[in-house]
């Protein structure tokens, strides 16, 4: 079961932001996500961000949380704890966590960034061991991807069939992370019906994912931009996940009254 690939998608499903505070965010924001295996309600996911200090600059402390439930959990058992502090003005991480359990597959990994130098000090509890990586000038680590993006100069300047692409620190390197705009629709949700913008993160084809576009992400339409639901078709199976709580928005959550 590939719920792992969903939550991670949750994280960053969502050039430099615009030198000035986010307008899509703010520390006390809480979003939770209900996902689904197929018919099987297989756990949640959380994001919540809490205000943070470093170098003496403003910033923010997102923590999300993955789990499974249910059955889901006694055939795989998910637990994630993804970290990240990122300054609030430009969204460069200083440092991110991932712990993680997933089906027996466990990593204990603690990241520092050195924005100065391009670096990254990458501290492997599980092995014992660390290391430095040489990385480029804006990368980001996989959940201040997720604010980054949000809250991206362009977001809202997209046409149908173009990109933002960034470049991202996962498993020790980086790779570009390519988020496609195809358009906006109305969806339900279960707060009511919300205008969306509709992104599809390329992904690559082969052993999980069915095809580069296997991958749906629905964002509101709004000031927020906050994911309302997301699609992964598989190579077996599918996957879904929707926003499933809130609170704390920065903005208005924008429903379309009937």
């Known amino acids: 079961m590939k719920i792992k690939i969903l939550l991670a998608a949750l994280f960053f499903s969502i050039t430099i932001s615009a030198q000035k505070a986010p307008e899509a965010y703010q520390a006390g924001e809480w979003l939770k996500f209900r996902i689904h295996y197929g018919l099987l ?4 996911a959380t994001l919540e961000l809490k205000e943070a200090t470093r170098n003496n600059r403003k910033a923010l402390y997102a923590v999300g949380n993955g789990y499974t ?3 889901s959990r ?7 704890d993804y970290q990240s502090v990122f300054d609030l003005e430009t969204t460069k991480p200083y440092q991110y966590l991932r712990k993680i359990y997933e089906g027996g597959y466990t990593k204990n990994q603690e990241g520092f960034f050195n924005q100065d130098k391009n670096t990254i000090l990458v501290k ?3 092995n014992k061991t660390e290391k430095t990586i040489n990385v480029t000038e804006n990368v980001q680590d996989i959940v201040s991807s997720f604010y980054y993006l949000r809250n991206h100069p362009n977001i809202d300047k997209l046409k149908p069939g173009e990109s933002i692409m960034i470049d991202m620190f996962f498993d020790d390197e980086i790779f570009k992370f390519r988020l496609k705009f195809v358009g906006r629709e109305t969806i339900s949700t279960k707060f009511g019906k919300a205008k969306a913008m509709v992104f599809k ?4 084809s082969g052993r999980v994912f069915k095809e580069e576009e296997s991958l749906t992400v629905w964002i509101s339409d709004d000031e927020n ?5 997301i699609k ?6 599918s996957l879904k996940a929707d926003l499933d709580g809130f ?7 924008m429903i379309i009254p009937d």
Not at 225 to 229: A, F, N, Y
Not at 232 to 237: K, T
């Open 41 to 44: 309600n297989a756990g949640f």
């Open 69 to 71: 439930t249910g059955m």
């Open 74 to 80: 006694f055939f795989f058992k998910v637990d994630d």
């Open 124 to 126: 492997d509890y599980k």
């Open 201 to 204: 993160p390329l992904v690559q």
């Open 225 to 229: 931009k906050i994911p309302l639901s």
């Open 232 to 237: 992964a078709s598989l190579a077996v199976g």
């Open 247 to 253: 609170k704390g928005l920065k903005n208005p959550f």
